[in-house]
């Protein structure tokens, strides 16, 4: 009886990892976005952004280099950016609900739960006498 | 004595109880009736009669169960049903003959809620998607690599949003390159962790 219990539990683990592997996606939007502290403008739709950071740093330029939308998954999606860095993003679980996603950006990696119409900023990186943010949201 | 006047207007007496004259015969009976009592005393005798026998065809009427009847004229009005789509198709067609305007209201009315309830349906369904059940965005773990002078910091901001930020580490402590962020660390905790950094580039 308890053996057969645990091969129950056994195989709906084996399920349910399998789900995520095999079919579990995600869907993210992607921004990359220059930062800089010199004077300049800071797009409409990034004034979110500006007041989020200045708790750091008061970015007087916000520049926004790219939108994708990216369905992430088990397997890494690659996304390389204007500084040559490759960012690498992937699905790392999906419980109740909610979405797990690593994220590796040379020199560092993390792992984030995501928030339903929250923003997940990341530094990627000094560019162009600037700093390069890659911006994970739920698509618009 | 013969009243010649009366010989006249004998025949049309009962008529003009019936209703049965014209405009100007009835008004030529109603100056003779004035002027002649005898023939005003026959129409009232008419008119009585009329009244008895209304009242006993009435009474009659009563008596009778017509439901028997109404249902043999409807068995010989409609000897079999039509089929399902014959009715709903006659049923449509008199309803648009003869109710067009409250059909025509009635439709605009359903398509009116149908345009709005489907596509907020939609939206509802649609409002949160796969993977963005939390209401807020949280960072389990950071790590940088060990070859690097960086360190991440962390912050989770009060309104949902996560920040993470890539500082070089000037300090005696470097080596310290690995960071785990539990989640459950406060904002302030966090930043304590982070030098201040002021320029964009040097982060």
Redesign the interface.
């Known amino acids: 009886m308890r053996s057969g219990l645990k091969s129950v539990v056994l195989l709906s683990a084996l399920v349910s990892g399998a789900a995520l592997a095999d079919g579990a996606k995600v869907s993210v939007q992607a921004e990359v976005v220059f930062a800089s502290t010199k004077a300049g403008d800071v797009e409409p739709a990034l004034k979110h952004m500006q007041e989020t950071l200045a708790a750091k740093v008061r970015y007087l330029t916000l520049k926004r280099l790219s939108t994708q939308k990216l369905e992430l998954e088990a397997k890494p999606t690659s996304l390389t950016l204007p500084n040559q860095r490759v960012a690498e993003l992937k699905l790392e679980a999906l419980k109740a609900g909610v979405a797990t996603v690593h994220v590796k950006i040379p020199p560092s990696d993390s792992s984030s739960n995501l928030g339903r119409e929250k923003s997940l900023y990341l530094q990627a990186g000094p560019h162009d006498g600037g700093d390069l943010w890659l911006v994970l949201s739920q698509p618009k | 004595m013969k009243n010649p006047a009366r010989d006249k207007f004998l025949p049309m007496l009962s008529p003009y109880v019936d209703g049965e004259l014209s405009p100007e015969e009835r008004q030529q009976v109603e100056q003779h009736l004035s002027n002649n009592k005898e023939s005003a005393g026959q129409v009232a005798d008419f008119r009585a009669g009329d009244g008895l026998m209304r009242h006993a065809l009435e009474m009659q009427g009563d008596d009778v169960d017509w439901k028997k009847f109404t249902e043999d004229v409807m068995a010989r009005v409609t000897p079999e049903k039509l089929p399902f789509f014959e009715r709903m198709t006659l049923t449509l067609s008199e309803l648009f003959t003869y109710q067009r305007g409250p059909m025509v209201a009635g439709l605009v009315g359903a398509a009116a809620a149908v345009a709005i309830v489907v596509p907020l349906s939609l939206k509802l369904a649609a409002g949160?998607?796969?993977?963005?059940?939390?209401?807020?965005?949280?960072?389990?773990?950071?790590?940088?690599?060990e070859?690097?002078t960086?360190r991440?910091v962390v912050?989770e901001?009060d309104?949902?949003?996560?920040?993470?930020?890539?500082v070089e580490d000037q300090g005696p402590d470097g080596g310290k390159k690995k960071k785990k962020h539990s989640?459950e660390e406060s904002e302030e905790e966090l930043?304590m962790e982070?030098p201040?950094?002021?320029?964009?580039?040097d982060?």
Do not use: F, H
């Not at chain 2, 949160?128 to 690599?145: F, I, K, L, S």
């Not at chain 2, 309104?159 to 890539?166: F, H, L, Q």
């Not at chain 2, 201040?196 to 580039?201: D, E, N």
């Open positions: 949160v998607p796969e993977g963005y059940a939390a209401p807020r965005v949280e960072v389990q773990t950071v790590a940088v690599e070859s690097s960086a991440p912050m901001t309104n949902g949003d996560a920040v993470i930020w890539i989640g930043k982070a201040a950094p002021t320029k964009a580039g982060l």
